[in-house]
């Protein structure tokens, strides 16, 4: 008989009453003695704090009342939680399996050295007609943000997320410290999480698609410099851009030349803080852990 130990479940959330009322309906049949959620308000002006409060009285709120970023608001509550376990969610997720808490407690706990579960991740507005899973359980090298579950244990073993990256790449980061100190992420498809978000839609948004072009790419170059041997370092910098100019420039992309610009500038301005922050993995360290199977983003289910 697996014991439920204390969860929690983290959202953090700005100007998206709506998508939270959502995930807070689908989720509220989760919460009970064991089971609690967290609400991080980061500064938003549409009614948001007013409503939680209102519809969600149980729930524990937090409010920024001038926004202190997304990652501010995921290290308070993680620091601050003094539960077992803690059920990150985006304010547009929720849940499909119905049983996460038992499933999530009893992997943990049949998995003693994993230190965060990376959730089965579909994406898209409605629910999948068919959620089966073909998948099994695997070691990974990171997980997105929208929905995963850490061992506090393991958080509490590693810096936090940094608030420096603003957005994009802090799951890496977080799951280079983890690996680091012999954690493992694991993938765990039992667990099926619904990212409501357009794809379509998003991919159409010229800016909104340069801004995370922009941040995805220096994501990927902070975590050479604060992990990677320095011999790696070149090559792999050189392959990264290569590939940008073949597989996007080259092809007369040129709308990725401006944010690949201001990228490279990133990178440049942040060299002190790459430093300050360097954690770097022996050659071994560095073969092992690319010996991991990537990270699982995105589920589509299969007809």
């Known amino acids: 008989m697996t014991i439920i130990p204390k969860i929690t479940i983290l959202i953090a959330t700005k100007n998206r009453c709506n998508d939270l009322q959502f995930t807070l309906q689908k989720i509220q049949y989760l919460w009970n003695e064991e089971v609690t959620c967290v609400v991080f308000d980061d500064g938003s002006t549409d009614g948001t704090y007013e409503m939680v409060q209102s519809d969600f009285p149980e729930i524990k709120l937090f409010r920024n009342d001038i926004s202190k970023g997304y990652l501010y608001c995921r290290n308070k509550m993680l620091n601050e939680t003094k539960a077992d376990f803690a059920i990150s969610l985006d304010d547009d997720a929720h849940f499909l399996t119905e049983n996460p808490v038992g499933i999530l407690a009893s992997y943990f706990q049949d998995n003693p050295s994993c230190g965060l579960i990376a959730t089965?991740?579909?994406?898209?507005?409605?629910?999948?007609?068919?959620?089966?899973?073909?998948?099994?359980?695997?070691k990974v090298k990171s997980f997105i943000g929208c929905g995963h579950v850490w061992r506090m244990k393991a958080w509490r073993d590693i810096p936090n997320y940094p608030e420096w990256f603003e957005f994009y790449g802090e799951e890496n980061v977080a799951s280079l410290h983890l690996f680091k100190k012999k954690w493992e992420v694991h993938y765990v498809p039992e667990l099926l999480v619904q990212h409501r978000v357009n794809m379509i839609d998003r991919a159409k948004s010229a800016k909104n698609s340069a801004f995370r072009y922009r941040r995805a790419i220096r994501a990927d170059w902070y975590t050479y410099f604060m992990f990677f041997p320095m011999k790696t370092i070149p090559r792999k910098m050189a392959y990264s851009l290569w590939m940008?100019?073949?597989?996007?420039?080259?092809?007369?992309?040129?709308k990725v030349v401006f944010p690949l610009l201001l990228a490279i500038f990133d990178l440049l301005q942040s060299i002190p803080k790459l430093k300050a922050n360097r954690n770097a993995f022996t050659m071994k360290e560095y073969n092992n852990y690319?010996?991991?199977?990537?990270?699982?983003?995105?589920?589509?289910?299969?007809?």
């Open 120 to 138: 089965r991740i579909f994406w898209g507005t409605t629910s999948p007609e068919n959620t089966i899973n073909l998948e099994t359980n695997m």
């Open 244 to 254: 940008q100019c073949k597989n996007k420039i080259f092809k007369g992309n040129l």
């Open 290 to 303: 690319n010996q991991l199977n990537e990270a699982k983003i995105y589920w589509k289910p299969k007809n």
